[in-house]
């Protein structure tokens, strides 16, 4: 093996806020032949334009020294001022009836005074039937999100002049009220102006058509917009946070480009309708025309891996690769810019004394007509890990749950060329799915599992991230063809932290990166007390950053009773207490290619009870290394003060079945075949397509949980259940319940199959038009185009067998072609812009119909082979010496059960002593405080 070769990658380590202090930290490569210099920044001068400008940026806001290393791979120093303590920021009435105060300062939000991290999702109560809100909000519960955002859509209420509508699936308050119940904070996106992709940004036609000047503070629009601020209050009251509700705040607008006080005067006007909220909010880019005072709106920024509406046909055009690296800025250039353009970036001046807050990092992405975007479900995962070790404090996406548009009065609301304004790119009638973690019928998303598993973390351990800066290395990549240069930050109270990896961009292949060590050179090192010794390394032996993957480090990580993890080559997850207070379990989750280490600073412990890999002790520290995942405990400690602490390092699958939830007034865990939602009346249920037994396994017992509940009462049948819990493997700490099976039709698992019937073959293709866009692009197909679909009938199992097999049904059409629509008689339910992925659809919304004889139908226009729109080269159909496809080459039934246990005792003996037995609760809150 050659001598090593280090690449200078110099990063401070974070600092303390009481003084100044040294620190570096580097990498080094111990590859064979491996250039540290990184590759050339990727050609085009327009690319290069705005590489060069987020890096001169950046270096104006970057924490770190000049850049001093190169490839003889000499260290690198910097040296920063103290942190600057947290500024607090103005905010509306922060207090509600019962005390709890949410506040703001530069660092991040607060929550009675502690550092408070929420995830928030955005999901469209409009876009969803309401008889379903409860579910689907269980579901987001469930993958962590703490606050729902929703748009208001103007044109969705008062579609004609002086006439709103707030019913059905419009119904704010009750989709509000569904959030109070299920403990869920929301933030009301109030406009005027959304965008969302809907017909005029949400802006009603005869607004219009009014010859106001909208979105300016033209008297004449004002008055219009003041009526619907005023609607929008009158939903919201009693509900905002002030009055004991969940609103927590409302955006303003949305990429509004304008002068600040237009913003500060929608603001006004939502106070003076009765709209006081701790949290005003505005998105932070693009730049205003004038500047915002401090605090008065805060900017709240997003990501998106890449765009439908960029002109191009090619893939990741402009500069999406930069949102997979770190960098301090907060300004995305990507977002919207066939409106906005790609001029340079830059943050506004005051943005850092602003909380790093975001509300759209694309949870997916929709196909517009001319670029069909196909996510790939690491896509999201990356760029919010890449956005947490950037400063993030709070994740926010858009979409976290998709959705269809509801039918209009005068028109379709879909986003459209050929629409009176925000008429850039044609999008589907109905569909809104967005590729979102929840799809528009409910779908669980591989990313709804990846995204949930990052979301433990958050939960458990964000709350150190506000006093943690970033600082980034000094090597950082040149262009999105960069793959050589590691990709890192650090974040760091001066002692402990995290080291955030992201080896991973989306449509570019990312290599290993062999015999990596992070260096750090800490202020307050108990491990390296001597700075002559050089810096503290993670890990202690060298490793490989596998290709493609993204991952989060602890350093120093305080483990509670004076008991510290020095590193681990793992993820953390989270953290569960006994419910005396004397045990704490920490989960793990492997990282892929990685073999998990754990390394305990010694003289912090007493004694470690068991461990199930290899031990060395040196340096002060206790390693275990060689370590196997697995449902038993990877370490047992005592502390100096006798309590015990267990790390547990589950395997990459299990790690993805992890869920932490509040059942029987205690925090647990649970390992889980399918999600699990628990409702507010304890309720707990799995999801899974499987109508057989399902084994949970959780932790604490159920007995602790529920100590004098003696039973379960099955939830789909009229009956008592005993629920046989069987032991675990010795030294495992998880129980296992196996719940009962769902609905069967006579007994049996009904097996659901759907058929097609071709009524009628393809005409020719269409010749594919421009539209009518400012900067038009290829047309969607009229209603006329469709007289040249291929047509079939779906024949589905008879509705009483749908009815009587328990399930949720999905129909799911596997098809090529350019459009697809699905009729339910003569009314379009769903459409679909071709991307290589089926189409679902839910076959329970429309079980009436469907009972009554309605015919289902699905026609599909020929995709020419030639078309010029944009898809992934994996996505386009196989043409052979076809010049067009338009096939449905198969349909499926997909069953989705729900495994549902309500907690109750056995002969109702003790329910109301139980409901009125709080002791337990408050047990819990005093250990938390």
């Not at 412990?605 to 196997?628: H, M, N, T």
């Not at 399930?807 to 629509?821: E, F, M, N, Q, S």
Request: include cysteine.
């Amino acid at each position: 093996m050659p001598p090593p070769r280090l690449f200078p990658i110099a990063a401070l380590a974070a600092f303390a806020s009481s003084s100044l202090f040294f620190a570096f930290a580097r990498a080094q490569d111990f590859s064979s032949g491996r250039s540290s210099s990184g590759s050339a920044p990727s050609s085009g001068s327009d690319s290069q334009a705005i590489t060069d400008a987020y890096r001169a940026a950046e270096d104006r806001l970057a924490s770190g020294a000049p850049g001093a290393g190169g490839a003889s791979g000499a260290n690198v120093t910097a040296t920063t001022s103290a942190t600057p303590p947290a500024t607090t920021l103005q905010t509306g009435t922060p207090t509600n009836p019962e005390g709890d105060a949410i506040g703001v300062t530069s660092r991040g939000l607060t929550l009675n005074g502690t550092p408070w991290t929420p995830v928030m999702g955005e999901f469209h109560y409009a876009r969803y039937p309401e008889n379903e809100w409860r579910d689907e909000l269980l579901k987001m519960k469930s993958g962590g999100i703490d606050i729902v955002a929703t748009y208001v859509f103007w044109i969705h209420h008062e579609e004609i002049e002086g006439t709103f509508d707030w019913s059905g699936r419009r119904d704010l308050r009750r989709f509000v009220e569904t959030c109070k119940e299920l403990d869920l904070k929301v933030i009301v996106r109030c406009g005027p102006w959304c965008h969302g992709e809907v017909r005029n940004g949400g802006l009603p036609d005869w607004l219009l058509a009014s010859g106001c000047r909208v979105r300016s503070d033209d008297p004449a629009y004002m008055e219009k917009a003041r009526v619907l601020y005023t609607q929008i209050a009158a939903q919201l009251k009693a509900l905002l946070w002030k009055d004991g509700g969940p609103v927590v705040g409302i955006q303003l607008e949305n990429e509004y480009r304008g002068p600040a006080e237009h913003l500060l005067a929608l603001k006004r006007m939502a106070i003076d309708a009765g709209i006081d909220v701790p949290l005003y909010t505005r998105t932070g880019w693009p730049a205003l025309t004038s500047p915002m005072p401090p605090g008065e709106i805060l900017p709240l920024f997003g990501v998106y891996a890449e765009g439908f509406w960029d002109r191009e046909m090619t893939p990741m055009p402009g500069n999406y690769w930069a949102g997979f690296r770190f960098s301090t800025l907060r300004a995305d250039s990507n977002i919207a810019n066939e409106a906005l353009g790609r001029g340079g970036v830059t943050d506004e001046p005051g943005t850092e004394s602003h909380p790093y807050l975001t509300c759209e990092i694309g949870g997916g992405m929709m196909s517009s007509y001319h670029r069909r975007i196909l996510n790939d479900p690491r896509d999201i995962e990356s760029t919010t890990i890449v956005k947490l070790g950037s400063g993030g404090v709070s994740p926010g996406y858009y979409m976290y749950h998709g959705g269809e548009n509801p039918d209009g009065r005068l028109s379709t609301l879909e986003e459209n060329q050929s629409a009176p304004t925000t008429n850039w790119n044609d999008l589907p009638v109905k569909n809104y799915d967005f590729q979102a973690p929840l799809g528009a019928a409910g779908q669980f998303r591989p990313h709804f599992h990846l995204l949930r598993r990052l979301h433990l973390f958050v939960h458990d351990f964000g709350y150190l991230l506000p006093g943690m800066p970033v600082t980034l290395p000094e090597r950082r990549p040149q262009g999105k063809d960069d793959t050589h240069t590691l990709r890192w930050s650090v974040r760091s109270d001066g002692h402990s932290g995290f080291i955030f990896v992201n080896n991973y961009q989306r449509l570019q292949p990312m290599p290993a990166r062999e015999g990596v060590q992070f260096e750090l050179n800490l202020a307050r090192d108990p491990l390296n007390p001597n700075p002559k010794a050089g810096p503290t390394k993670i890990p202690v032996a060298p490793f490989d950053v596998p290709a493609d993957s993204a991952f989060i480090l602890p350093f120093n990580m305080a483990l509670g009773y004076g008991v510290e993890l020095a590193y681990a080559t793992a993820q953390p997850l989270c953290m569960v207490e006994s419910f005396d207070g004397k045990m704490r379990n920490f989960f793990f989750a492997e990282i892929p290619g990685i073999v998990p280490e754990l390394a305990i600073t010694d003289n912090t412990i007493d004694g470690v009870g068991s461990a199930g890999g290899r031990q060395r002790k040196a340096d002060g520290l206790i390693r275990i290394v060689g370590l196997k995942p697995s449902q038993k405990p990877a370490l047992s400690l005592r502390s100096r003060s006798g309590h015990g602490i267990r790390i547990i390092v589950l395997s990459h699958a299990d790690s993805l079945n992890l869920y932490k939830l509040e059942w029987g007034d205690e925090d647990c865990v649970f390992l889980s075949p399918g999600p699990v939602t628990i409702a507010p009346d304890q309720t707990l249920a799995v999801h899974t397509e499987s109508a057989e037994p399902v084994k949970l396994k959780i932790h604490p017992s159920f007995p602790q949980l529920f100590p004098k509940k003696k039973g379960f009462l099955r939830k789909a049948g009229q009956f008592v259940a005993w629920i046989f819990r069987e032991p675990g493997r010795e030294g495992a700490i998880f129980e296992t319940l196996t719940l009962p099976s769902d609905q069967a039709v006579d007994g049996k698992p009904a097996r659901l199959a759907a058929r097609a019937k071709k009524i009628r073959d393809a005409g020719p293709a269409r010749e594919i038009a421009l539209g009518n866009a400012p900067k038009p692009v290829p047309a969607a197909p009229s209603d006329a185009d469709f007289a040249q679909a291929a047509v079939w009938e779906i024949e589905l199992p008879p509705a009483s067998v749908l009815a009587a097999a328990g399930t949720a049904p999905l129909l799911r059409l596997h098809y090529a072609g350019d459009v697809a629509r699905v009729r339910l008689g003569e009314k379009l339910v769903m459409d679909d812009f071709y991307n290589g992925q089926p189409l679902d659809l839910s076959l329970d919304r429309y079980r009436q119909e469907l009972a009554s004889g309605t015919k289902l139908t699905v026609s599909i226009l020929p995709l020419r082979k030639d078309s010029p729109v944009y898809m992934a080269d994996g996505a386009r159909p196989r043409f052979g010496k076809k010049g067009a496809v338009a096939e449905l080459s198969r349909v499926e039934i997909v069953q989705r059960h729900t495994h549902t246990l309500v907690v109750k005792d056995a002969d109702d003996a003790d329910d109301d002593s139980d409901d009125k037995d709080t002791g337990k609760t408050e047990d819990k809150k005093a250990r938390r405080q």
